[in-house]
């Protein structure tokens, strides 16, 4: 889980809350909150730089890294800009990294092309952990590799996930891997959430039909399962949406109301009138 952010405004794609939690651009109609202080603001006098404590881990390895620097040069620089050390400190904190995503340190004088897709992601993954940070901002880190390759990176995220106590807010469409990664989960479509809660909860009562017909795209290998129905109706347009629920021109339980007004944030409740968490923003809810 994330425990210590907190982004209140939801009309905001994953895409663009990435790179606003990693201060890349300014933050479009939302704040975000990042222990206890709004991301936007300045550092206290003497205190620490939020960019150190939130790292990213990118998609595609392979042009994540410069071509023209070795795996030493690209765990270097972020110790150089955040000015972390010296330079003995420097060689023993990147060796522990190296190490620690199951690579050895003779792969730090490689250069990108010199290493498998699977060592790329591991030295971008090292390079995201090298600054000892709080959050990691992985996008879509394991769509690009095989399957077996995909398995051990996501094993070792969980590992240091648990042994360096981090959080992890991970953005991906493989429902798979979100079920091994995620303590919580949120449900976006057409940039914005439409189901958050427990990811156990969330996926074993799905609430939002969007969420339900993930789920049911899902491809299950049995050639007697019913190959899963793809979506009718018109996609909408994300940054003008029409009035009303952003999902209802796809939705084949809409009615007059979801045509005109938003639907707000409610709780979703199991058989003993408990949320456990878990919400959704779905007229069906709301009445």
Request: glycine share 6%; net charge positive.
């Amino acid at each position: 889980g994330i425990g210590a952010l907190r982004v209140v405004q939801h009309k905001i794609t994953i895409a663009v809350s990435a790179v606003c939690l990693l201060r890349v651009i300014p933050e479009p109609q939302c704040r975000i909150h990042f222990r206890g202080r709004r991301l936007a603001e300045s550092p206290a006098a003497g205190g620490a730089d939020p960019r150190r404590s939130i790292q990213a881990v990118f998609q595609d390895p392979f042009a994540a890294l410069s071509p023209r620097r070795t795996v030493r040069q690209s765990l270097v620089e972020p110790l150089d800009h955040f000015r972390l050390g010296d330079r003995g400190r420097r060689e023993a904190m990147i060796a522990k990294t190296i190490e620690s995503v199951g690579l050895d340190t003779a792969l730090l004088e490689r250069l990108p092309n010199e290493l498998s897709g699977g060592q790329r992601q591991r030295v971008a993954l090292a390079r995201a952990l090298v600054c000892e940070p709080d959050l990691v901002v992985a996008d879509e880190p394991v769509s690009s590799l095989d399957l077996p390759t995909q398995k051990r990176i996501t094993d070792l995220i969980l590992e240091l996930r648990e042994s360096l106590g981090i959080a992890l807010l991970f953005i991906s469409h493989d429902i798979g891997v979100v079920r091994r990664l995620a303590d919580r989960m949120a449900v976006m479509y057409a940039g914005r959430i439409v189901e958050t809660g427990p990811t156990d909860r969330l996926l074993r009562h799905p609430a939002h039909p969007y969420t339900r017909a993930l789920l049911q795209a899902v491809p299950v290998a049995d050639p007697a399962h019913p190959a899963p129905r793809a979506l009718d109706g018109e996609v909408p347009a994300v940054l003008t949406p029409a009035a009303g629920c952003v999902f209802h021109t796809r939705c084949s339980e809409a009615f007059a109301t979801c045509r005109k007004r938003e639907p707000a944030e409610v709780p979703v409740t199991d058989e003993h009138g408990t949320a456990n968490s878990h919400s959704t923003r779905c007229q069906l809810w709301n009445r």
